[in-house]
Structures are given as structure tokens and as C-alpha cells.
């Protein structure tokens, strides 16, 4: 484990997706903020830096199992960074389409 990150944040920066969910199942907190990120603008960042350092396709793993474990679609980061930001930023469109539609059930009531 890091010296560095929170669990949650460890897992999420290695996008491992099992382990995330493990610990949110547990009761970690999925609004957890740590550093200038929340879990939610982490988790965009490490798939959208982690396609562009790999070469390959963008994954949304880490950032459904957190919208699946109630993270908050609209939480912005202490920089002011909203999940929909950064999911722009990187041309996240899995991210982006999964974020309009829990944003939308929000403001339906139908959380």
C-alpha cells in the first residue's frame, strides 16, 4: 500500500476497480476528498492519463463502480474541478455519458 494515497485513493490510481469496490462496500466514503481530489475527479484522471500514457482506449471502470457506490455526480474537487470538467477535458465520452445520466436521475428524483 502507498504511504502516499488513502486506500480508496490507491485503488483508484491504479484504477483497480475490484479493490475500490471492496473498500466503498466497507464504508469508505465515496465523496472521500484527499489531496486536491475528490475520488470521483481521480478516477477520470487516472483513466483519462492512463489511456493517454498507454495508448489504449479509455476505461470507465473505477468511475462507475463510484457512481454505482453514490458518489456524487456534481462534487467539485477543492480546485473547483467538476467530474463533467475533467471528463470533458480528457474527451472522456464513457465518463461524460455516465455522469449526464446520474446527474439527470438526480434531478428527476429518481435517485
Known sequence: MSDFWTPAHHAVEHEDAETLARLLASGSDPDEVFSNMTLLTHAIDAEGDGALQSGQPLTVHTTAVLL??????????????????????????????????????????SR
Do not use: N, W
Request: aromatic residues 4%; glycine residues 10%.
Open 68 to 109: 454505482a457506490f453514490g458518489a456524487d455526480p456534481e462534487l467539485a474537487d477543492p480546485d473547483g474541478r467538476t467530474p463533467l470538467v475533467m471528463a470533458t477535458r480528457y474527451a472522456h465520452d464513457l465518463a461524460v455519458q455516465l455522469l449526464c445520466t446520474h446527474i439527470s436521475k438526480r434531478v428527476g428524483g
